[in-house]
C-alpha cells in the first residue's frame, strides 16, 4: 500500500486556503459546538424493465409519489438506504389501470390527470371530469380551480370546466413545458426557441422571449423571474420587462441541462451529467453518480412533502432525504456500520465484491494494510473510550488489539508485524511468496513485506492505549507490542527484517538509507520524524535507554533532527545528479506521506524528550499543517490541535464530519468537465483545483489520497469502513475537547 513520493509543493501565496464552498478561516474557536446541521441521503428506486421510459413525475400533499412512465402510472415500492427499491405499476386506483393516461400535474396538491377523452382527479370526491378535445395530450398546467391548459406536440387547448375553450397551435416546434402564473391567470408556454404567454381573459397567445436550445422552464414568483434551463447554461428573464437582456449562468457542474425546479429559496437543475441546487447565496451542491442517483440522465425534479427533493432520471428515482444530526449522532451511525459490516478477526476492514453497490452481496477482504486501518480504528476507540467510558469502546479496543496482537505471533520472525493473515486456502495471492506465507499454526497464511505505513500506525494505536486503557492489562499489553516492535529495529540496525532475512522495501530507518537521500527528497524528512517519535514513544512508556540512546544517537551524529526539522515547502523532486530511487521516491507528491507525518506527530510531540525539542516538533508540525490546509482535511487537522495553538482550521475539520458522505461505497465520480470550478496548472502536488470539492462529491477515500482528484472509477465495488475515516478524527476531536458534546436543544 506504502508508497511514498513526497515532492516539490505546490503553493501560490495569492491561494485562497479553503474552499468557495465554505472558506478556511484564520482564527477559530477553540471548540465547535456539536449542534444538529443538515445530513443527506439518498434513497433510490429502480425501474426493473430496461424499455420502461419515465416521463415525469409528481407528490401530493399525503407524500404520495407517482412517475408517470410509457406504460401508465408507477409509484415506489420498498427501498431504504444503500438497499433500493423499486418503481412498480400503480394499481392503488384499480380503475385508473385502464385510463391510459397521458399527463400528469398538480392542482392544490393534489394529483390530476389528463388522458385521450378527460382532465380528472381523484380528490374533491372524484366529482371533476373535463372534456378536453385532444387524442392525447402530454402536458398539463392547472390554473384556477377549474382552468387547465394542456398540450399536445404543437397543439395547444385552454378550458375552463366544461364551459370556455380556446384552441392554438405553435408555428413549428412542439411544446415542451406548461406554466401558470397564479398572480395574473396566465400561463406560459415554452418551445426549443420561444416562450410565449397565454392570457386566458384576452384570449391572446403572445410571444414573450425568443432564443435557442430551451430545455424546461420554471418560476421564481419571490424574484418575479422565469428561469430557463437550456444546452448551454440557464438564464433568468423578468416577467415584467419583456424587453430586458436574459441574465446567463454558466458557472456551472454542467451546461446541458434538462430540468430545472425552484424550491424556496434554491433552484434546482437536472442535466445530462447528474444534478445540482444552487442556493440564493450561490452555493451549489453537485449530485453526481449512484451515491446520489440511479443514473445521471435527468428528466424531471420535484420537491417531497416532507422535505426531500426527489429526481427522476432515465433509470429510476432518487430521493434525496435530510436530517438533522448532531456529529455524535452521525458517529453513533457510523460505530453501527463498522460492527455490523467491517470487523474481520478484529481488524477493521473493506467491504469487497459488491455487485452493484449492495453490501449484503459483498464480502471482508485482506488489506495490505490491515494493522494501519486498524490502529487508526484502534486510536478512535480509545479516545471514545476516554471520552464516554462506553463499555462496548472498550470491548472493540480489546478486540483489535488481539488482533494487532496476532500480526506478530502468527509468523516466525521474532517482533516482526505482519501485513495481514487469512485462514489457509483463500487467498490467491499466495502464488506470490514474496507476500503470502503459510503460518506455523494450522490452516492459517500470513503476508510479509510490512512497511513503513504499518510501523507508524501501530506505534500510534499503541501509544494511544497505553496513555488511555483503564486496566493494567491492556495498557501492559500495549506497552509490550510497542517494544516487541522498536526492540526488533533495534536488533535490527533500523530495519524491517522479513522472513528471507533482509530488509522489506520500505521498513527502512537506517542512516545509511535515510542520508542516501537528498534534502529535499521526502523520505529523508519522513523517515527521521517517524523514528524519533516511534523512539520516544516505546521510552516513554518502557524507560528503556537503549531507545532514548538510539534516539540521541541520530539527532547528534546522523542529523535526524535537521533532517525532520527540513522545510517542508523546500520537499521536492531530487536534482539531475540523484540516484534513481531518489528520483523514483519524489516524482510527484504522495499523500501516504501526509498520514505517517500526522501519526507520528502524535508521539513525537506529546513524549518529546524534553521541552526544547518540543517547541521545535511544534514549529515542524505547524509548518507542515500550513501546507496541508488546501485539502481541508479533516484529521490533519484535528491533530494539529495537539499543539494547543489558537489558531487552526476548526472549521475545515467540521465542514470534513459534516460533509462526509454517509454512503461510503466507492462509486464512480465525475467532476472534470464541471464549469464551476477554478483549476490550476498542473503541479508536483497534483492540485487540481483552487478549492477542495466537499467529500460527498468526491470519491470515498481514507487519509492517505489525493483529495483533489477530481474522477474515479469505483464503480460500487467497495464499502470502505467509516472507522479511520471519520471517526478517529471525530473522537480524537472529542478527546482534545476541540468538539464538544452534543447540544440537546
Given at each position: 500500500?506504502?508508497?511514498?513520493?513526497?515532492?516539490?509543493?505546490?503553493?501560490?501565496?495569492?491561494?485562497?486556503?479553503?474552499?468557495?464552498?465554505?472558506?478556511?478561516?484564520?482564527?477559530?474557536?477553540?471548540?465547535?459546538?456539536?449542534?444538529?446541521?443538515?445530513?443527506?441521503?439518498?434513497?433510490?428506486?429502480?425501474?426493473?424493465?430496461?424499455?420502461?421510459?419515465?416521463?415525469?413525475?409528481?407528490?401530493?400533499?399525503?407524500?404520495?409519489?407517482?412517475?408517470?412512465?410509457?406504460?401508465?402510472?408507477?409509484?415506489?415500492?420498498?427501498?431504504?438506504?444503500?438497499?433500493?427499491?423499486?418503481?412498480?405499476?400503480?394499481?392503488?386506483?384499480?380503475?385508473?389501470?385502464?385510463?391510459?393516461?397521458?399527463?400528469?400535474?398538480?392542482?392544490?396538491?393534489?394529483?390530476?390527470?389528463?388522458?385521450?377523452?378527460?382532465?380528472?382527479?381523484?380528490?374533491?370526491?372524484?366529482?371533476?371530469?373535463?372534456?378536453?378535445?385532444?387524442?392525447?395530450?402530454?402536458?398539463?398546467?392547472?390554473?384556477?380551480?377549474?382552468?387547465?391548459?394542456?398540450?399536445?406536440?404543437?397543439?395547444?387547448?385552454?378550458?375552463?370546466?366544461?364551459?370556455?375553450?380556446?384552441?392554438?397551435?405553435?408555428?413549428?416546434?412542439?411544446?415542451?413545458?406548461?406554466?401558470?402564473?397564479?398572480?395574473?391567470?396566465?400561463?406560459?408556454?415554452?418551445?426549443?426557441?420561444?416562450?410565449?404567454?397565454?392570457?386566458?381573459?384576452?384570449?391572446?397567445?403572445?410571444?414573450?422571449?425568443?432564443?435557442?436550445?430551451?430545455?424546461?422552464?420554471?418560476?421564481?414568483?419571490?424574484?418575479?423571474?422565469?428561469?430557463?434551463?437550456?444546452?448551454?447554461?440557464?438564464?433568468?428573464?423578468?416577467?415584467?420587462?419583456?424587453?430586458?437582456?436574459?441574465?446567463?449562468?454558466?458557472?456551472?457542474?454542467?451546461?446541458?441541462?434538462?430540468?430545472?425546479?425552484?424550491?424556496?429559496?434554491?433552484?434546482?437543475?437536472?442535466?445530462?451529467?447528474?444534478?445540482?441546487?444552487?442556493?440564493?447565496?450561490?452555493?451549489?451542491?453537485?449530485?453526481?453518480?449512484?451515491?446520489?442517483?440511479?443514473?445521471?440522465?435527468?428528466?424531471?425534479?420535484?420537491?417531497?412533502?416532507?422535505?426531500?427533493?426527489?429526481?427522476?432520471?432515465?433509470?429510476?428515482?432518487?430521493?434525496?432525504?435530510?436530517?438533522?444530526?448532531?456529529?455524535?449522532?452521525?458517529?453513533?451511525?457510523?460505530?453501527?456500520?463498522?460492527?455490523?459490516?467491517?470487523?474481520?478477526?478484529?481488524?477493521?476492514?473493506?467491504?469487497?465484491?459488491?455487485?452493484?453497490?449492495?453490501?449484503?452481496?459483498?464480502?471482508?477482504?485482506?488489506?495490505?494494510?490491515?494493522?494501519?486501518?486498524?490502529?487508526?480504528?484502534?486510536?478512535?476507540?480509545?479516545?471514545?473510550?476516554?471520552?464516554?467510558?462506553?463499555?462496548?469502546?472498550?470491548?472493540?479496543?480489546?478486540?483489535?488489539?488481539?488482533?494487532?496482537?496476532?500480526?506478530?505471533?502468527?509468523?516466525?520472525?521474532?517482533?516482526?508485524?505482519?501485513?495481514?493473515?487469512?485462514?489457509?486456502?483463500?487467498?490467491?495471492?499466495?502464488?506470490?511468496?514474496?507476500?503470502?506465507?503459510?503460518?506455523?499454526?494450522?490452516?492459517?497464511?500470513?503476508?510479509?513485506?510490512?512497511?513503513?505505513?504499518?510501523?507508524?500506525?501501530?506505534?500510534?494505536?499503541?501509544?494511544?492505549?497505553?496513555?488511555?486503557?483503564?486496566?493494567?492489562?491492556?495498557?501492559?499489553?500495549?506497552?509490550?507490542?510497542?517494544?516487541?516492535?522498536?526492540?526488533?529495529?533495534?536488533?535490527?540496525?533500523?530495519?524491517?527484517?522479513?522472513?528471507?532475512?533482509?530488509?522489506?522495501?520500505?521498513?527502512?530507518?537506517?542512516?545509511?538509507?535515510?542520508?542516501?537521500?537528498?534534502?529535499?527528497?521526502?523520505?529523508?524528512?519522513?523517515?527521521?520524524?517517524?523514528?524519533?517519535?516511534?523512539?520516544?514513544t516505546a521510552y516513554h512508556f518502557t524507560q528503556k535507554e537503549k531507545y532514548k540512546e538510539t534516539a540521541y544517537e541520530l539527532i547528534e551524529e546522523h542529523g535526524y533532527l535537521d533532517n525532520l526539522l527540513f522545510p517542508m515547502e523546500k520537499v521536492g523532486p531530487a536534482?539531475?545528479?540523484?540516484?534513481?530511487?531518489?528520483?523514483?521516491?519524489?516524482?510527484?507528491?504522495?499523500?501516504?506521506?501526509?498520514?505517517?507525518?500526522?501519526?507520528?506527530?502524535?508521539?513525537?510531540?506529546?513524549?518529546?524528550?524534553?521541552?526544547?525539542?518540543?517547541?521545535?516538533?511544534?514549529?515542524?508540525?505547524?509548518?507542515?499543517?500550513?501546507?496541508?490546509?488546501?485539502?481541508?482535511?479533516?484529521?490533519?487537522?484535528?491533530?494539529?490541535?495537539?499543539?494547543?495553538?489558537?489558531?487552526?482550521?476548526?472549521?475545515?475539520?467540521?465542514?470534513?464530519?459534516?460533509?462526509?458522505?454517509?454512503?461510503?461505497?466507492?462509486?464512480?465520480?465525475?467532476?472534470?468537465?464541471?464549469?464551476?470550478?477554478?483549476?490550476?496548472?498542473?503541479?508536483?502536488?497534483?492540485?487540481?483545483?483552487?478549492?477542495?470539492?466537499?467529500?460527498?462529491?468526491?470519491?470515498?477515500?481514507?487519509h492517505n489520497a489525493n483529495r483533489f482528484r477530481l474522477d474515479s472509477n469505483g464503480r460500487g465495488r467497495t464499502e470502505y469502513s467509516a472507522g479511520d475515516i471519520w471517526l478517529l478524527p471525530y473522537w480524537m476531536g472529542r478527546y482534545l475537547e476541540v468538539i464538544s458534546?452534543?447540544?440537546?436543544?
Open positions: 500500500m506504502h508508497r511514498l513520493f513526497p515532492v516539490y509543493l505546490l503553493i501560490i501565496s495569492s491561494l485562497v486556503f479553503g474552499c468557495d464552498i465554505e472558506p478556511s478561516t484564520s482564527t477559530t474557536p477553540t471548540q465547535h459546538l456539536d449542534k444538529a446541521f443538515e445530513q443527506e441521503f439518498a434513497i433510490k428506486f429502480e425501474k426493473t424493465d430496461p424499455a420502461l421510459s419515465l416521463k415525469h413525475l409528481e407528490t401530493d400533499r399525503n407524500g404520495d409519489i407517482q412517475v408517470l412512465t410509457s406504460a401508465g402510472l408507477y409509484h415506489c415500492q420498498g427501498g431504504q438506504f444503500l438497499y433500493p427499491g423499486e418503481l412498480v405499476p400503480y394499481r392503488r386506483h384499480r380503475p385508473m389501470t385502464d385510463m391510459e393516461i397521458s399527463a400528469l400535474s398538480i392542482q392544490a396538491e393534489q394529483f390530476t390527470y389528463a388522458n385521450q377523452e378527460a382532465i380528472f382527479s381523484n380528490a374533491w370526491a372524484a366529482s371533476r371530469y373535463y372534456l378536453h378535445g385532444l387524442e392525447a395530450p402530454n402536458l398539463i398546467s392547472a390554473g384556477s380551480d377549474h382552468s387547465f391548459l394542456l398540450a399536445q406536440g404543437a397543439d395547444l387547448v385552454w378550458i375552463n370546466g366544461n364551459e370556455s375553450r380556446w384552441e392554438g397551435k405553435l408555428s413549428e416546434q412542439a411544446v415542451l413545458g406548461l406554466l401558470s402564473y397564479p398572480q395574473t391567470g396566465d400561463f406560459f408556454i415554452l418551445s426549443s426557441d420561444q416562450i410565449l404567454r397565454f392570457s386566458p381573459k384576452e384570449q391572446q397567445l403572445q410571444v414573450f422571449h425568443e432564443g435557442e436550445d430551451f430545455r424546461a422552464f420554471a418560476l421564481d414568483p419571490s424574484r418575479e423571474v422565469l428561469v430557463i434551463a437550456t444546452k448551454r447554461g440557464y438564464f433568468t428573464i423578468s416577467l415584467d420587462d419583456t424587453q430586458q437582456s436574459p441574465t446567463w449562468q454558466k458557472a456551472l457542474p454542467h451546461l446541458d441541462l434538462t430540468a430545472v425546479h425552484i424550491s424556496d429559496d434554491t433552484y434546482w437543475f437536472g442535466s445530462q451529467k447528474g444534478a445540482f441546487s444552487l442556493s440564493k447565496q450561490g452555493k451549489i451542491k453537485y449530485y453526481h453518480g449512484k451515491r446520489w442517483l440511479v443514473d445521471n440522465e435527468v428528466v424531471a425534479i420535484r420537491s417531497g412533502s416532507t422535505g426531500e427533493t426527489l429526481i427522476l432520471t432515465k433509470s429510476g428515482l432518487s430521493q434525496i432525504h435530510r436530517r438533522h444530526w448532531t456529529l455524535a449522532d452521525k458517529a453513533a451511525f457510523y460505530d453501527k456500520q463498522v460492527r455490523a459490516r467491517h470487523i474481520r478477526y478484529g481488524f477493521n476492514a473493506s467491504l469487497a465484491a459488491l455487485e452493484n453497490g449492495n453490501p449484503s452481496s459483498g464480502y471482508l477482504v485482506d488489506s495490505d494494510n490491515d494493522g494501519l486501518w486498524t490502529a487508526m480504528y484502534l486510536g478512535g476507540e480509545a479516545f471514545r473510550y476516554a471520552v464516554t467510558q462506553a463499555a462496548d469502546a472498550l470491548a472493540n479496543c480489546e478486540e483489535s488489539l488481539a488482533a494487532m496482537e496476532r500480526l506478530y505471533s502468527i509468523n516466525p520472525v521474532p517482533g516482526f508485524p505482519s501485513r495481514s493473515f487469512e485462514r489457509h486456502g483463500y487467498i490467491e495471492q499466495l502464488a506470490n511468496p514474496d507476500r503470502w506465507h503459510h503460518a506455523p499454526a494450522p490452516r492459517w497464511d500470513w503476508k510479509g513485506t510490512t512497511s513503513s505505513d504499518e510501523a507508524i500506525g501501530h506505534m500510534f494505536a499503541f501509544g494511544v492505549l497505553a496513555e488511555l486503557a483503564p486496566s493494567p492489562a491492556l495498557k501492559d499489553k500495549a506497552i509490550e507490542l510497542m517494544d516487541t516492535l522498536m526492540s526488533h529495529l533495534i536488533r535490527h540496525d533500523l530495519y524491517l527484517i522479513d522472513y528471507d532475512g533482509k530488509p522489506t522495501t520500505w521498513g527502512r530507518w537506517n542512516p545509511e538509507y535515510v542520508n542516501a537521500r537528498p534534502k529535499m527528497v521526502g523520505d529523508r524528512k519522513l523517515n527521521s520524524s517517524n523514528l524519533i517519535g516511534m523512539l520516544q536534482p539531475e545528479d540523484a540516484d534513481d530511487w531518489s528520483k523514483m521516491l519524489s516524482e510527484e507528491w504522495n499523500h501516504s506521506d501526509d498520514e505517517m507525518y500526522f501519526l507520528g506527530y502524535w508521539g513525537l510531540y506529546r513524549y518529546a524528550f524534553t521541552d526544547s525539542l518540543r517547541t521545535l516538533y511544534h514549529k515542524a508540525i505547524l509548518e507542515h499543517w500550513e501546507i496541508e490546509r488546501p485539502e481541508k482535511e479533516g484529521l490533519w487537522n484535528i491533530f494539529t490541535a495537539i499543539l494547543k495553538v489558537d489558531s487552526f482550521d476548526l472549521s475545515n475539520a467540521i465542514w470534513y464530519l459534516q460533509e462526509y458522505p454517509m454512503d461510503l461505497i466507492d462509486w464512480t465520480t465525475e467532476n472534470s468537465h464541471r464549469q464551476d470550478i477554478q483549476r490550476v496548472d498542473p503541479n508536483f502536488r497534483n492540485q487540481t483545483t483552487v478549492a477542495v470539492l466537499p467529500p460527498g462529491e468526491t470519491k470515498i477515500a481514507r458534546p452534543p447540544i440537546i436543544p
